[in-house]
């Protein structure tokens, strides 16, 4: 998913000595651009740091749904007291999609299968809301599996 992980709404800027600019170049020279490489270093950076507390969140159990869930959550910067983050459809599918999902078919790949427990989809009067509901820990999940315990019977 190429454009999951690119949001052009922010620019990092920093210096870097000459010498590993060139074997950056070198390097990105082999597989695609400079900025290319440098979105999959700090994606692995942050996939990283999240690892580490990943099996303490509850996330939806298949992966390309559990990726598209925390871009979500990454590309939602409108907080809703009590609800999650809040971001218009647009802007959910300019976070979700890529080559392989055309902006027309996020909201069947993606946004759907992560209702009711992961986002909401609300319509009001000009725009289609996405609320993405915020990370809850695996322990304050409610069990919504069927019950195996059987009543005692009368006696």
Known sequence: MARMDHNPKQRISFGCPE???EALDEIAG???SRSELLRDLVAEKVK???DDSADDIYTPDDPMLEEAYRTLLDAAEEQIPGAGLRLTTEEAKNA???NRTPKDAVMTKYI????PEFVQIDSSMSNVWIT???PTPVEQVPNT???TEVAPADD
């Open 48 to 50: 990283e740091h999240r």
């Open 30 to 32: 082999e597989d695609g």
């Open 112 to 115: 759907r299968p992560l209702k």
């Open 96 to 98: 979700l999609y890529d």
């Open 132 to 134: 993405v509901r915020p």
């Open 145 to 147: 599996s069927p019950s």
């Open 19 to 21: 010498e590993h600019v």
